[in-house]
């Protein structure tokens, strides 16, 4: 009996966590979380779960991610805790040249004339990823790994208030996107919520890629599909080949890892800038006792605060894809130089400028703002045998270039390179090159303890702000010990232009005057958040997804 009250004590409590002996997966839809569980009670991987959460998501929540997108994996081996990467960035064709987004003078073009259409889209890598990552830690046939999602697209699925939203948001976009009306409308209008999306041409795809394997992405039918969808958009229609699809690979990259306070923490190197940031951004607070100073103290934001804006700062000017630019990661995170940019910081009073430091082996080269919308999703699994898959994946911003090919959302990621190719004379890292990653914020996450073992896995979803509300759910939980659904619940900060922004509503909002003491200018505005975790707990993992969202935390 006092089992079942403490149950039902943690559900009223945590309506989005879940506490598990075995598995557990927590994903952005309550719909692809079914489909992780699925897979882990079928005798799959973490990696599979992760794997049909990502194929689910695909149908459920195609203005976020998708086949048409890619994305990154952390993961973790239950037996050794070996951490490993998969990159699954997509990829500039070799149409593309560093004046891809510039007009007729030269100057960049503004954002919202780049986005849609065909000049925007990538090489998608998430099903090259899926594959590698079937092919290194799976259990079950690939083909198993479809079924959830396939149902979902031939059965049907209704639209919840976050795709209705986005669908009403781009209404007036959609004239020139037929094919996107003709799945996501109905009556003349957007689908509204409660209505209910069929996809068949997206589960005919799906049956196709289970029994045949990838090729059947990256060649024929599909590519041609891919290729003249790009091509005779009617916004920005652009030049796609063959070749640029069949030349994709994911590629297996060493985990970026680091220490912080007890804890080893590992995560996704360029073209990610998740944790060479967030990593740079803890461990210039790891002076400060962030602990004794606690989550409602005006002085402990101050601190995280700027931290942040110097850690963007290096971001801007040194991050970008690795096979075009060398990135001095291990100078980014070199000891002495995080002690030099960490004295910046005076507990008292903010900096008030920013500049990108000089860390050891950085080539000379200029800071340039990059565009990132906020969009992505992100998912956690976790298996009965200590696998642990942690994966952020994207079409960039909702529903991504607005194309449709074989009824999926293809990505417009190419708009997170930065615009401008050179910037004071000097190129830019993430200026747009044939066959290059955009640079990206997503910043899958695992920790492990002071015994080697895993306690936590965390990603989220939002664009730039990913950074931030990584950095924060880890600094709420190693530093405050909340729970992994109370760290990812707590406010969230970035910044808007040389002020601080804090998240509406929240105990931090209610700082804005004392942080503004500290010298910031302060002002309140909407964030997109989106977080999913994992911790592990002394009664087996706890799954947690963020109570902004629709997401949900399922046990095996």
């Known amino acids: 009996m006092k089992k079942y009250l403490l149950a039902l004590l943690l559900l009223f409590a945590f309506p989005n966590a879940l506490f598990a002996k075995g598995g557990v997966v927590t994903a952005a839809d309550p719909r692809a979380a079914e489909a992780g569980r699925e897979i882990l009670r079928k005798g799959g991987s973490a990696a599979d779960s992760a794997i049909a959460m990502m194929l689910a998501l695909s149908v459920v929540e195609p203005q976020s991610s998708g086949i048409g997108g890619g994305g990154f994996m952390i993961h973790n081996d239950g037996r050794t805790n070996d951490v490993a990467t998969i990159d699954g960035r997509e990829t500039a064709p070799s149409s593309a040249s560093p004046r891809l987004f510039l007009d007729a003078s030269g100057k960049p073009m503004p954002f919202i004339d780049a986005v849609a259409g065909g000049r925007s889209v990538g090489v998608p890598g998430n099903i090259a990823l899926a594959a590698r990552a079937s092919a290194r830690w799976g259990k079950l ?64 795809l799906l049956r196709k890629v289970a029994a045949k394997g990838p090729k059947a992405f990256y060649a024929g039918e599909n590519a041609a599909a891919i290729i003249a969808a790009a091509g005779k958009s009617k916004r920005n229609p652009t030049v796609i080949t063959r070749r640029d699809i069949a030349a994709y690979r994911a590629i297996d990259r060493a985990a970026i890892c680091t220490t912080y306070r007890q804890y080893r923490l590992c995560g996704m190197g360029p073209p990610s800038s998740g944790a060479t940031t967030v990593f740079q951004i803890l461990r210039m607070l790891e002076r400060f006792d962030l602990k ?265």
Not at 177 to 195: E, L, M, T
Not at 414 to 433: C, I, M, S, Y
């Open 292 to 556: 004794a100073l606690g989550k409602d103290n005006p002085q402990s934001w101050h601190l995280i605060a700027e931290a942040m804006r110097l850690g963007y700062a290096d971001r801007e000017k040194y991050l970008g894809d690795p096979g075009f630019v060398a990135v001095p990661v291990a100078g980014l995170l070199d000891k002495t130089y995080i002690a030099s940019r960490s004295a910046l910081i005076s507990p008292d009073r903010s900096l008030g400028n920013y500049d990108a430091g000089i860390p050891p082996g950085a080539e000379p080269r200029t800071a340039a703002l990059s565009s990132e919308v906020a969009g992505t999703t992100h998912f956690v699994a976790v298996d009965g045998n200590g696998d642990i898959a942690s994966m952020t994946s994207t079409v960039e911003g909702p529903f991504g270039s607005q194309l449709i090919a074989n009824g999926y959302v293809l990505n417009n990621e190419l708009t997170d390179f930065t615009f401008a190719p050179e910037k004071d004379g000097a190129p830019v890292a993430n200026r747009v090159e044939p066959g290059k990653r955009p640079l990206s914020s997503m910043s899958p996450t695992i920790v492990y303890g002071p015994d080697g073992k895993p306690v936590f896995a965390v990603g989220a979803a939002g664009g730039k702000t990913i950074i931030m509300q990584v950095a924060k759910t880890l600094i709420a939980h190693l530093d405050w010990g909340l729970s992994a659904q109370d760290a990812i619940a707590a406010p969230n900060i970035y910044f808007a232009g040389d002020a601080v922004l804090v998240e509406p509503g929240t105990a931090l909002a209610a700082m804005q005057s004392q942080l503004a003491g500290f010298g910031h200018a302060v002002v309140t505005g909407r964030m997109s958040s989106k977080a999913n975790a994992a911790e592990r707990t002394a009664t087996g993992w706890q799954g947690a997804a963020d109570p902004r969202s629709e997401g949900v935390a399922l046990g095996e």
């Open 141 to 204: 046939r690939w083909s198993a790994l479809f079924q959830p999602a396939i149902r979902l697209a031939e059965n049907g699925y209704q639209v919840t208030p976050r795709l209705a939203e986005a669908l009403s948001r781009l209404k007036p976009l959609w004239s020139d996107f037929p094919a996107a009306q003709a799945i996501y409308w109905q009556d003349g209008r957007p689908k509204q919520v409660g209505d209910t999306v069929k996809n068949p041409a997206l589960a005919a």
